[in-house]
């Protein structure tokens, strides 16, 4: 499987978004907080045991730095729009033209997110994505994976900027495919539009 990230690929509306350490670790703490404290307890069995455990600190630490900076290039990968469309559970619906070399193929993705409650349904939000590959012939990607900007930051007007860039087509093609989906609030990739884009053919 290749994603968006492991090789060239430019986005079409790329991200701004600096990371926030702090905010990150906020909605990622299940995998942050085990991830951090495996490092320093390597580094408290070498301490208090044996030097041969040196070796686990910096495999860990590998781990993490890996980690951040794919966490780091996520939020400047693909800007997609979203929109809240329960709160109970917690689901968000994103849009994204799916091509990679410029036909269109639109799709709907709708996945839970959480410590966004403050969001009424309705609400838009902006999401970065990136893209998974499982085969390289076709003309689109086989799924995207969007994350809320808001896990990255708190700045105010980096989250506007990033509301900013979406077009007045984008958030329709999005009310439309949920139109299309109905009442559909099932976690999941969702071709839409399929009679008037390229999914007619794949």
């Not at 307890?41 to 030097?51: E, F, R, T």
Request: aromatic share 14%; proline share 5%; with cysteine.
């Amino acid at each position: 499987m290749k994603f968006t990230l492991d090789n060239d690929t430019t986005p079409t509306n790329k991200s701004h978004i600096k990371i926030n350490p702090l905010v990150w670790m906020k909605y990622k703490s299940d995998v942050v907080i085990p991830m951090t404290a495996s490092v320093f307890i390597c580094v408290y069995i070498s301490y208090k045991y044996s030097y041969l455990f040196l070796l686990g600190v910096l495999l860990f630490l590998l781990i993490n730095t890996f980690y951040w900076l794919r966490a780091k290039e996520h939020l400047k990968a693909e800007s997609t729009p979203g929109l809240v469309i329960s709160t109970e559970p917690p689901l968000m619906a994103v849009y994204s033209n799916m091509t990679k070399y410029g036909e269109f193929y639109p799709a709907i993705k709708i996945e839970s997110f959480k410590n966004l409650s403050k969001h009424p349904v309705g609400a838009r939000i902006a999401t970065a994505s990136i893209y998974t590959e499982e085969n390289e012939e076709n003309d689109y990607w086989d799924n995207f994976h969007p994350i809320p900007v808001e896990y990255g930051t708190k700045e105010k007007e980096e989250i506007e900027s990033a509301l900013s860039l979406y077009s007045i087509e984008q958030w329709r093609y999005l009310e439309r495919g949920l139109s299309e989906l109905g009442k559909c609030k099932k976690e999941g990739l969702y071709r839409i539009m399929a009679g008037e884009s390229g999914w007619s053919n794949a």
